[in-house]
């Protein structure tokens, strides 16, 4: 394949991004998580959870649908509707 057709791709797949991000990404009280902070930087921006399972916190904030945050090592790894705790896993393995 020639050289830039692989750089349109990669154009695309950057401009995609930030859409991925808003996707996997909670709103507590105006900040904006997303994957990547740590622990310490979720509850500072949105306080305890409504209730926690294992790695998987669960936020309800009002007028909202419940997220789910998981966490791994300290870090968030995943933000997602709780209505997506039992849909199949990403054929790209990128969740949880």
């Known amino acids: ?38 622990e ?17 916190w669960i936020y309800k904030m009002p007028g909202d649908f419940p997220m789910v945050v998981t966490l791994g090592n300290g870090v968030v790894m995943f933000i997602r509707d709780a209505t997506d705790l039992d849909s199949p896993a990403s054929p790209l393995g990128d969740s949880p």
């Open 1 to 38: 394949m020639n050289l830039k057709f692989h750089a349109v791709v990669v154009a695309m797949l950057l401009a995609a991004a930030p859409l991925a991000a808003l996707a996997g990404s909670l709103e507590c009280q105006g900040n904006f998580i997303s994957p990547g902070i740590t």
């Open 40 to 56: 310490a930087e979720l509850l500072q921006a949105c306080g305890e959870p409504t209730s926690r399972n294992g790695t998987d």
